[in-house]
């Protein structure tokens, strides 16, 4: 039987300039995805994407972040745990990006934009589960 999960999920760059992508796919998958909305990956960049773990985040050379996770057998699809890690990631690289250091004055940006992206992606997850 097909899965019928979207395995995509774009948090639109609302409060900062900069998009950042969710994907439980395969790096096949990934890069079609990411190819087919007109941005052209280079090796480097594909390679990248590759992943060893349960999870991988890049920043590609637009400012675009890409959160990769793997399918896990829990209530949400994916370990909880692996998502707040690579929040932590995506968070720190958009804020280097934008020339923003993590310091003790900068702290609170930083928790706040976590939070957001913890939020947008636990609905989406909840939702693919069927939850809402």
Known sequence: ????RN???????SIY??????TTACIEKVIK?????GYKLDDEE?????MQGNGK???????????RLRLEKTKLGIDVADLAHEIEH???FLFNRI???HTEESDEAFAYYQAFLMRKSMLFFDEQMGRR
């Open 1 to 4: 039987m097909e899965n019928k």
């Open 7 to 13: 395995h995509f999920f774009l948090v639109r760059g």
């Open 17 to 22: 300039p900069f998009d950042t992508l969710f």
């Open 33 to 37: 995805h990411i190819e087919y909305k």
């Open 46 to 50: 594909k390679s990248k994407l590759e």
């Open 57 to 67: 985040t890049i920043m590609l050379r637009g400012g675009q972040t890409i959160i």
């Open 90 to 92: 995506a968070t720190f």
């Open 99 to 101: 020339g923003v250091k």
